[in-house]
């Protein structure tokens, strides 16, 4: 699962490379540490067909929930059953958004406790997750929020944790965004070769309270060399 990540360019950033437009008002900063049902940056279409850059809480509500409490239980959605679900079906068929990242986290046990670890790109770029949306309540109680795809890991990423964000590819992101598209190439995982651009670097324990926040965070720490091969999966 991912169920922590990191999201830290302006929304001037983000609204210039996802070409949409800035409906955040400025109201949301860097977070090197994003939990569940904190509020986050994310890039959807509107019914006039034009791509805005939107605050949305993390943890999917539809609109039939009775209250709000179950957001933190549906942050993730599975790309095997999203197409199917009682509860994701609709949003993946018609309401498909990008959620930016820098990165996201991991943890495995080790002999002396858990390690963390964040997955990042190695050049820096950003990152964006295949995620759907909704719009749950009304007036101005009425929130959008939003679930990131999860898949199967592979590679390197399997030694950290057998489930991984979905990630798409900038050539992906157009196709995401459209109201319509096969299901099969949408919920395609992305080419061993595009994954190989990814860092898998440990981190401190710091990041494991959802108080701490900062750069720090990312920090790369040494760890024992034979450790993944030892870690057994969290």
Known sequence: MCGRYATTRSAGELSALFEADDETGDRLGPDHNVAPTDPVPLVRMTAEGHRVLAAARWGFLPHWSRTPAGAARMINARAETVATSRAYAGAFARRRCLVPADGWYEWVRAPDGRQAYYMTPLDGSVL???????????????????????????????????????????????????????????????????????????????????????????????????????????
Do not use: K, Q, Y
């Open 128 to 234: 964006a997750f295949a995620g759907i949306w909704s719009v749950w309540g009304e007036g101005d109680d009425a929130r959008l929020t939003f679930s990131v795809l999860t898949t199967a890991a592979v590679g390197e990423l399997a030694e950290v944790h057998d489930r991984m964000p979905l990630l798409l590819p900038r050539d992906r992101w157009a196709p995401w965004l459209a109201p319509a598209g096969d299901p099969g190439a949408l919920l395609a995982p992305p080419s061993p070769d595009w994954l190989a651009g990814l860092e898998v670097r440990p981190v401190g324990p710091a990041v494991g309270d959802v108080r701490n926040d900062g750069p720090h965070l990312t920090e790369r720490v040494p760890v024992a060399r034979s450790a993944p091969e030892e870690l057994t999966l969290f």
